[in-house]
C-alpha cells in the first residue's frame, strides 16, 4: 500500500518561545496543554522504513496491551478519538506517529507504538511487531523521550522490564524517560503513594506518575514536561552507535521475541 507523504515541517522554534513568553507556571500549564491540543493525525507506519526522517523531537508512548495508552493520548490532546483503542487489544499493530503545532505547522511528533503482551495475537506476529519496536527504541535517532504507560494495580512486569533495558543505553545518555502509572482513580492514597515508591525504583532514573484520565490527575503536569521536552531538545549530529553497543541485530531480534513472555491480563478498561 502506498504510504503518504508527509508535511514538510518547519524548523522547531514556537514551543519554546510559548513556554518563555508565558510568565508563571499557571501560564506555562496553559500553552502546553494548548500546545497539546493541535496534535493532528500524520501517517501510520507498518515497517520501520515507513516512517519519514524528521529532524525534530519525537515522543514515543509504549506499554502493555491495556495499559491505557489510547486514553493517556487522547486525554493529554483533549481528543476523544485520536488514537484508537482497539476493541481486541493487541491488535493494533502499526506505528502512528501524529504531529504538533500551531497554525498548521510541525515543532514535535508523538509517536503511538503497538501495546504488547497480549496473548491472543499470533506468535509471528507478535514476534515480527516487538522486534519493530525494539529496533524502532534503539534506532530512531530524533527520539526526544519515551513514555511507558503501566497498570499500577499490576505493576511493571517482565516484559516492561526487557523495554527498560532496551531504552537504557539511550537513557543513561540523557533521553527523557516518563513512567506514567495509569487508572490511578483505582488506588486509594496509601496504594497510589507504595506504587509510585516501587516504580521509581524500577524506573532506572525516569520520572514517575501517577496519572487518571476519569480524575485528570497528573494531566497537567505531564502535558507541562512533555513540553518542556521539546522545548530543551538538541538534535543529535548522529546516533552515537556505541550507546547500542551489543544490542546488535541478533540481539535486538531476541529482545523483541522476549517482549511476547510472561502472563497476560485484560480488563477491558481504558483509563
Avoid at 514476534?127 to 523521550?145: E, F, K, P
Avoid at 531504552?167 to 527523557?176: L, S, T
Wanted: hydrophobic share 40%; glycine share 8%.
Amino acid at each position: 500500500m502506498t504510504q503518504p507523504h508527509p508535511p514538510a515541517p518547519p524548523t522547531p522554534a514556537s514551543t519554546s518561545s510559548d513556554l518563555a513568553a508565558a510568565p508563571d507556571l499557571a501560564g506555562q500549564t496553559k500553552q502546553a496543554m494548548g500546545w497539546l491540543h493541535t496534535t493532528r493525525f500524520l501517517i501510520t507506519a507498518a515497517q520501520l522504513h515507513h516512517l519519514p526522517q524528521y529532524r525534530l523531537p519525537e515522543i514515543a508512548f509504549v506499554g502493555r496491551s491495556n495499559a491505557g495508552k489510547s486514553t493517556c493520548i487522547n486525554t493529554l490532546t483533549q481528543q476523544n478519538q485520536l488514537a484508537y483503542a482497539s476493541k481486541k487489544p493487541g491488535r493494533t499493530q502499526h506505528i502512528n506517529l501524529f504531529a504538533l503545532g500551531r497554525h498548521g505547522q510541525t515543532d514535535a511528533v508523538l509517536a503511538d507504538l503497538p501495546g504488547y503482551g497480549y496473548a491472543a495475537v499470533p506468535k509471528q506476529d507478535k514476534i515480527r511487531w516487538q522486534r519493530v519496536m525494539a529496533n524502532y527504541l534503539m534506532s530512531r535517532d530524533n527520539l526526544c523521550g519515551v513514555v511507558l504507560l503501566c497498570d499500577p494495580r499490576h505493576g511493571m512486569t517482565e516484559l516492561d522490564d526487557i523495554l527498560l533495558e532496551v531504552i537504557r543505553p539511550r537513557v543513561e545518555a540523557g533521553m527523557q524517560f516518563l513512567v506514567l502509572l495509569t487508572k490511578a482513580d483505582k488506588l486509594n492514597r496509601s496504594e497510589g503513594a507504595k506504587a509510585l515508591s516501587i516504580a521509581r525504583l524500577q524506573a532506572g532514573g525516569g520520572q514517575v506518575r501517577l496519572f487518571s484520565a476519569l480524575k485528570r490527575q497528573g494531566v497537567e503536569e505531564t502535558a507541562l514536561l512533555l513540553s518542556q521536552w521539546v522545548a530543551n531538545w538538541t538534535p543529535p549530529a548522529t546516533l552515537d552507535t556505541n550507546l547500542i553497543a551489543g544490542l546488535d541485530t541478533e540481539v535486538g531480534t531476541d529482545l523483541g521475541t522476549d517482549l511476547n513472555v510472561g502472563d497476560e491480563y485484560t480488563d477491558g478498561e481504558h483509563r
